[in-house]
């Protein structure tokens, strides 16, 4: 390794003065198994992430397996003829199974359970023939598959919805779902049915709710409205000449001019989690919005958030100043992905309309709306 760091000196001209700077060996060592180890763990996320991500499909793959070889209404038939009471107490767990499903669905979702034609009429004559007492058993357990199945079918509508929105504000969909489900979980295994038992398309409603819950923080949680209400912000994300030494330099975020002491809001839902003072941003607060969205607010003359709260977009968390490297009272807003500095503006612009779009009720004109998603839901 000593020949592939050899101590190394550069001479430098700037303005007629020559400078001398020596690299030492040391250094150079540091420096490449820095650069190595954060490869390494770049490499290694990612690896995580394609596994979450091709788990995931696996299951899914594996219970439209199951979902295939449902019982047909031959097979249901014959347990009602076998025993009443077994399938009045598997209905009574189904209804269960749909009750606590209600709780955590949004609330314009019920009205999308429909009624089916099909395997479930179909039910309905066999065992109404065979089994007449048992008729009014048979339309419950019909209604309740139609309501199940109408309920998925919205949930995947309205991801594939979620997902389009995601798209089109530079984010990667898949990514931010593998991100949710590296969240630490954990409890006690408490199963629906006493027999571990269930019904396939029950449970593809449970999985269709949760990944559509995934994707609805995540839009809650994107930059949506201006940090700030200056009008409009008068240096812009990207390569700009530093105001103070008057050199190109890289400006990761955008700056809002105001008057000392105006109002800084948050721009979209999420929760504190640095309040301080960092370097040459001055006084900071960060937002993190879950999924690897984080907002940056610096320079600010006091705090109205401690590390924490929990806020909504638009809420006070400190106002305008001109604290840390600053020319003067302004709001330095940035918007970070896994850590990464991207465009404030493509949020700020375009968030507004792409959620409102995304959170209309599925139907013809809003899939359209949405572009052809088809399969994004991985249904």
Known sequence: MEHWFPEREFFMRSQGQVRFIKISSGLQKR?????????????????????????????????????????????????????IGAVTHDLEKRQDFIEEMMKVMPAD???HGSSEEGETSE???????????????????????????????????????????????????????????????????????????????????????????????????????????????????????????????????????????????????????????????GNVVEISHGQGLLTRYAHMSRFEAQVGDRVEAGAVIGAIGSTGRSTGPHLHFEVRVNGTAVNPRTFLELAPDVLKKARRNPGPSSTRTAGNTQGDAGV
């Open 31 to 83: 420096t490449a198994a820095l650069a190595l180890t954060a490869s390494v763990a770049f490499v290694g996320s990612m690896g995580v992430m394609s596994v979450l991500q091709y788990q995931s499909s696996l299951e899914r793959a594996a219970l439209m397996e199951r979902e295939a070889s449902v019982a047909t209404a031959e097979e249901r038939l014959d347990a009602y003829q076998a025993d």
């Open 109 to 111: 979702a019920i009205q």
């Open 123 to 281: 039910l309905v004559q066999k065992v109404s023939a065979a089994v007449p007492e048992a008729e009014a058993l048979a339309r419950i357990e019909a209604r309740q598959i139609a309501f199940v199945e109408g309920l998925t079918n919205y949930a995947d509508l309205r991801s594939q919805q979620a997902m389009w929105a995601l798209r089109e504000l530079g984010l990667d969909p898949q990514k931010m779902l593998a991100s949710a489900e590296q969240g630490a979980r954990g409890g006690p295994l408490e199963t629906v049915f006493a027999d571990g038992e269930i019904d396939p398309r029950f449970e593809r409603l449970g999985l269709s709710l949760t990944r559509l819950a995934a994707l609805e923080s995540t839009l809650a949680g994107v930059p949506q409205i201006k940090p700030t209400d200056a009008p409009a912000a008068n240096s812009s994300y990207g390569l700009r000449r530093d105001p103070f030494t008057g050199r190109a330099a890289m400006h990761k975020g955008l700056d809002f001019p105001g008057a000392m002491g105006a109002p800084i809001y948050a721009t979209a839902r999420g929760k504190v989690t640095f309040v301080g003072r960092r370097g040459g941003y």
